[in-house]
């Protein structure tokens, strides 16, 4: 349904998250540090462009490790025979547990490709030594226009079980669910394709039934459902009621006035996977500078998915460095540069980076002398795909989506010198390539120009984007996109502390798989670590959410539609005990009245939500003024009721227009843990529909991947067994302490380490005491403190292993222990797989529990010792062995920790010898002066 998409939109943040930089009004950062998500008076949002790329991770889970199974040298003449020899003997291979069966190796050298070399197998790496002009270097030689590499399968989507309808009224883009008439036949992991139909009005609605002729009488196709095609590739990710939740947000909204969507199985048996192209030079031969019969593609991937190109560089190819064509997804192109294309200027020529597949990602790539350098360039091309990082040299055209409604692609800090970044009405360039693209990003771009528009029923967005602005009415005027922070003297916004959108995305999707302590406070407390939630686990994080109502512009469908949302009984008597005013659904504009509903989701055993945000689509209703009208979230403690004059809506509501406010709910997470969020939205405001977006962490029983770093000058403390968890790392670029109570231990799968400046502080309490246990090595440094519980008083013979591993380095640079009674030490053992502490009499200089003889000889080796530890003799600890040690040693004598009550015998008579024996030993060491 086409609504206004100049509606305000502003957003309400509970509490500020600090940032350096400026940030989007379509992208913030919340309260979690996470993302939160502005959207329209449609609910269309920016989009998450995190599950793009090679195993939907970019360039992080690109393995380095597949071996070489054969190694290929050049041959004289035609090499194509020799390597696709061993590209065969490769794909005949069993695949292994990880996905591939092996790589083939081009040593260094130069081979001569009179056809193309083809990978059809899965599991398969082709790979150089480098892309030098001294390494690897593959020449396409002949006189054909072909691709010199070709990645790919065959056959196409085989669609199975039965059509499902969505139901919602619109699905709002960059959703990830969505509601149908049955999930029977549905279950998580099915692969599915989502369709959205084309039909004549929405055509219509767009003008692309009526596209203006050439000037110079060349073919203009209008378009028309049955060459238009919206397909997206998508795999099932949860099912809760009605609702299905997808691996990817829909880059297309889904409108019941033109025909909704659907949803179906699908399989495809013939679709490779585990496919990678790294280390390589590419180069094509030709005649002249405008030739045009030779090689035109470097590398081609259709029909396959979760493939690799990087570390690449392709010369003189006509057309593209690396296309990824409709049948290819989760591609992945790193570091790929294109130098010197040879071919005519003009039309279907130089697509250097061509991703017309979906969920591909190009990125910290380089184009020189390209038309369309990052371009999306079939015909209905899906998102989300991600240009990132890149740079285009000398270009000769724009960059952009290029004909025919692509949808949802990110041109993340892109450069483009000479020419513009696009996204706009291309009318009857072409064949009548018309509304290029809906749902494009731009963000912190550079170009000469930008030609940003909004198509009907759509949009587009140019963020913090450098260079000038242009209002093209070529076919004329038309609808300017979003503008955020754009124009020549743009300078880049932030989304989470970074200039990256996609970055920050990435690290937002992240497995939460390492914390940072904050602050002070209890290990098991969520505030205490970055992440919101307590290392216990390693947690895959997913975003979900939930339309509730629907997107009508205030449409009341009747009592028994979604309208009229669910409100929890105990939240409905709460309100009316609080307001006199009566309690409505979405869509009522009367005005003087409780809009009241509580939203539901499911969470599984274990899930935490660590992030979250509601918006909500308002009017002023009833004509009365909003300025005392307010949203009230969770329950009736004051603290949760937010005024609209505090969040500052009250000047923007008005009877004209939808205004879309968003509230960031991430300093109330503990209320959201329970899976229900009450609203109640006061007084003389409607809601035509709310959308609420959750973090979701889910246990992926990994504990032992785990890293832990207690620094930033936070102190933690251990209260109870917790653990384990992978590695624990004490102190580090700054201070941090670890306290672990009486009742406290810390199990540690891996390793320890303790910095200079970290400190762990121990609690012992007789038989219970805190203590950390390692498998693997421990290292400690820094500061050991130790304290008694108020109840407790060490006596000799009490020894506490404050720390155990398989193996221990290092040794507490300070070490703050208790007082103990007159006559007792502390002994602070290092031993190889353990360190212990050990109450001990001030004479036990062995430390075997008992003062005896052979303390005395302990004693005597060392006499007249200076910087002594106590093992060395000294019982009174003042750093040399003399004889006032041996008077403590004579008053310990027979003194045991062995027995339960300590020993008074008198020194034996050989003793009081040794007394003659010391004073003997004072008159040497008495030298009088020389005067």
Request: aromatic share 8%; with cysteine; proline share 4%.
């Amino acid at each position: 349904m086409f609504l206004n998409r100049y509606s305000l939109v502003a957003i309400g943040v509970l509490l500020a998250y600090p940032c350096l930089a400026a940030e989007s009004q379509w992208v913030q950062t919340g309260a979690t540090g996470r993302l939160v998500y502005v959207p329209d008076a449609e609910g269309d949002r920016i989009m998450e462009f995190s599950n793009v790329g090679y195993r939907g991770r970019g360039t992080e889970l690109i393995p380095n490790n597949v071996p070489t199974i054969i190694t290929v040298s050049p041959v004289a003449g035609d090499d194509t025979a020799t390597i696709q020899a061993a590209i065969n003997l490769v794909s005949a291979m069993p695949l292994g547990p990880n996905g591939f069966r092996g790589a083939v190796l081009l040593e260094a050298g130069d081979y001569d490709i009179a056809t193309k070399l083809t990978i059809n197998t899965s599991g398969v790496v082709l790979r150089g030594v480098g892309r030098e002009s001294n390494e690897t270097v593959l020449h396409a030689r002949g006189t054909t226009q072909r691709s010199l590499i070709e990645v790919g399968g065959s056959g196409s989507q085989s669609l199975t079980g039965s059509t499902r309808n969505m139901i919602d009224k619109v699905v709002p883009v960059g959703s990830r669910s969505f509601r149908v008439d049955s999930t029977s036949g549905f279950t998580v992991g099915d692969t599915v394709r989502v369709t959205r139909p084309t039909p004549s009005n929405w055509i219509s609605e767009l003008g692309m039934d009526m596209i203006p002729p050439r000037s110079d009488g060349g073919t203009v196709n209008q378009w028309t459902s049955s060459t238009l095609k919206l397909y997206f590739d998508r795999v099932i990710t949860r099912i809760e009621g009605d609702r299905v939740f997808v691996d990817a947000p829909l880059p297309q909204s889904f409108d019941q006035t033109y025909g909704g969507g659907t949803i179906r199985r699908y399989t495809w048996t013939n679709r490779i996977e585990n496919v990678g192209i790294e280390n390589l030079r590419g180069d094509s031969d030709f005649t002249s500078p405008t030739d045009e019969n030779h090689a035109w593609e470097f590398v081609s991937i259709d029909d396959a998915q979760n493939v690799w190109v990087r570390n690449t560089l392709s010369k003189h190819f006509g057309d593209s460095s690396v296309v990824a064509n409709p049948g290819a997804k989760w591609v992945t192109v790193d570091n790929a540069i294109s130098e010197t294309p040879i071919s005519v200027v003009t039309g279907e020529r130089r697509y250097t980076f061509d991703l017309s597949g979906e969920l591909g990602l190009v990125t910290n790539s380089v184009a020189n002398e390209g038309r369309h350098d990052f371009v999306n360039n079939s015909t209905q091309p899906g998102g989300p795909n991600v240009f990132h990082n890149s740079v285009a040299h000398t270009a000769l055209d724009e960059t952009g989506p290029h004909q025919r409604w692509a949808t949802g692609t990110l041109f993340d800090n892109i450069t483009i010198e000479g020419d513009q970044i696009n996204a706009r009405n291309r009318g009857n360039f072409g064949s009548g390539h018309g509304w290029a693209g809906a749902n494009m990003v731009v963000w912190n771009s550079t170009a000469d120009s930008f030609i940003v528009q909004n198509p009907p029923t759509s949009q587009n967005w140019l963020v913090g984007s450098k260079g000038t602005i242009i209002n093209d009415t070529t076919f004329g005027p038309q609808p300017p996109g979003y503008y955020d922070q754009s124009g020549p003297s743009a300078s880049p916004v932030t989304a989470g502390g970074k200039t990256s959108l996609y970055e920050a995305q990435m690290d937002d999707s992240r497995d939460i798989r390492e914390y940072h302590a904050q602050g002070t406070g209890d290990w098991t407390d969520a505030t205490s670590w970055d992440q919101r939630v307590a290392p216990e686990d390693a947690y895959k994080v997913s975003l979900r959410d939930y339309l509730i109502g629907d997107i009508d512009n205030y449409v009341f469908d009747g009592s028994g539609s979604v309208d009229n949302a669910f409100i929890d009984p105990s939240w409905q008597t709460d309100i009316m005990n609080s307001s006199a005013l009566p309690i409505t659904g979405f869509d009522n504009l009367t005005g003087n009245q409780n809009v009241a509903f509580t939203i539901q989701h499911t969470l599984d055993a274990g899930e935490k939500v660590v992030h979250g945000f509601v918006a909500l689509g308002l009017k002023q209703g009833g004509g009365g003024l909003v300025n005392t009208d307010f949203i009230r979230l969770f329950d009736t403690d004051p603290a949760h009721k937010f005024n609209f004059s505090d969040l500052g809506w009250d000047s923007q509501i008005n009877q004209s227009n939808t205004f879309v406010g968003v509230l960031d709910l991430g300093s109330y997470l503990d209320e959201l843990q329970s899976g229900a969020v009450n609203v109640q939205v006061n007084d003389d405001t409607g809601v035509d529909w709310a959308i609420y977006t959750i973090a979701a962490a889910t246990p992926l029983n990994d504990a032992a991947s785990t890293s832990v770093f207690i620094d930033g000058g936070a102190s933690i403390q251990v209260d109870a067994a917790v653990g384990p968890i992978g590695e624990l790392y004490l102190g580090g670029t700054s201070p941090g302490t670890l306290a672990l109570t009486s009742g406290g231990a810390v199990n540690v799968a891996h390793d320890f380490t303790q910095t200079t400046i970290g400190t762990l502080a121990v609690e012992l309490a007789g038989n219970s005491f805190g203590s950390l246990s390692v498998l693997g090595t421990a290292t400690v440094s820094g500061i050991l403190n130790v304290s008694l519980d108020g109840l407790f008083t060490p006596v000799a013979g009490n020894e506490f292993e404050i720390l155990s591993a398989t193996s221990v380095s290092g040794e507490f640079q300070q070490a703050n222990l208790p007082a103990l009674a007159f006559g007792l030490v502390w002994d602070l053992a290092y031993n190889p797989t353990d360190i212990t502490l050990a109450a001990l009499f001030a004479a036990d200089f062995n430390a075997d529990g008992t003062v005896d003889n052979q303390d005395l000889t302990d004693w005597q080796t060392n006499y007249g010792m200076q910087s002594a530890k106590h093992a060395d003799g000294d019982a009174d600890g003042d750093g040399d062995v003399d004889g006032v040690d041996f008077l403590v040693w004579q008053r310990q004598f027979g003194n045991s920790s062995l027995t339960s009550t300590l020993a008074t015998n008198i020194p034996e008579p050989h003793s009081c010898q040794l007394l003659a024996f010391l004073a003997i030993l004072a008159l040497f060491a008495y030298r009088p002066s020389n005067v």
